[in-house]
């Protein structure tokens, strides 16, 4: 059985940076998840998966004031299934998201316009809080100055940027055409 594309994340994160679940799942907070979400638990059940398919080794690191904890790294093979995944082509049927604003606009018609109008608002104000976010990712990268990783990762955050952006002026659309129709309402009314 093929493991799922969350045991190649988890794979790869660990390829960019060793380290223990907590540094995984920290690391994962400042990068992945703005475009592939995964949760703490979901993590540590690919460290286990990644250990046990012997894609990666765990070293236990004794700690003075806390627990010991556990620090993975890749191996030899865990390398190769990585790069043998991202050679792999992707699939877009299968990686498309969910997306309940764009739904329910195309329910439109259906539902309050006042309570659309709010949906839009919140759609709206979490792009704007990704873009910030994201564009600060960005500029980070950039200060710290250009290395191959650094690029990579630049241009990933650099997609979500302009998604954002997509998504920001795809709601002032929908949100004009929904001005549109109340003024039409008012004049036949």
């Given at each position: 059985?093929?493991p799922?594309?969350?045991?190649?994340?988890?794979?790869?994160?660990?390829?960019?940076q060793?380290?223990?679940?907590?540094?995984?799942?920290?690391f994962?907070?400042?990068?992945?998840?703005?475009?592939?979400?995964?949760?703490?638990?979901?993590?540590?059940?690919?460290?286990?998966?990644?250990?046990?398919l012997g894609?990666?080794?765990?070293?236990t690191?004794?700690?003075?004031?806390y627990?010991?904890?556990?620090v993975y790294?890749?191996?030899?093979a865990?390398?190769?299934?990585?790069?043998?995944?991202?050679?792999?082509?992707?699939?877009?049927?299968?990686q498309?998201?969910?997306d309940?604003?764009?739904?329910?606009?195309f329910?439109?018609?259906y539902?309050?316009?006042?309570?659309?109008?709010?949906?839009?608002?919140?759609?709206?104000?979490?792009?704007?809080?990704?873009?910030?976010?994201?564009?600060?990712?960005?500029?980070?990268?950039?200060?710290?100055g250009?290395?191959?990783?650094?690029?990579?990762?630049?241009?990933?955050?650099?997609?979500?940027?302009?998604?954002?952006?997509?998504?920001?002026?795809?709601?002032?659309?929908?949100?004009?055409?929904?001005a549109?129709?109340?003024?039409?309402?008012?004049?036949?009314?």
């Open positions: 059985m093929t799922p594309s969350s045991t190649y994340v988890v794979l790869g994160l660990l390829a960019k060793p380290g223990s679940g907590y540094d995984t799942a920290a994962a907070d400042r990068s992945v998840r703005h475009f592939w979400p995964i949760s703490r638990t979901q993590l540590y059940s690919e460290l286990t998966r990644l250990e046990g894609w990666v080794t765990g070293t690191v004794q700690q003075d004031r627990p010991d904890k556990r790294e890749p191996t030899t865990g390398l190769a299934a990585l790069r043998a995944w991202l050679d792999e082509p992707v699939a877009r049927a299968r498309r998201t969910q309940t604003v764009a739904l329910k606009t329910f439109g018609a539902m309050d316009p006042g309570r659309l109008a709010d949906q839009l608002r919140q759609c709206r104000a979490e792009a704007e809080k990704l873009h910030a976010e994201l564009t600060g990712v960005v500029e980070h990268l950039d200060a710290k250009p290395t191959r990783s650094r690029a990579f990762g630049r241009a990933a955050a650099r997609y979500g940027v302009l998604k954002a952006e997509a998504t920001i002026a795809w709601t002032d659309e929908v949100r004009e055409l929904l549109v129709e109340e003024d039409q309402e008012a004049e036949a009314g």
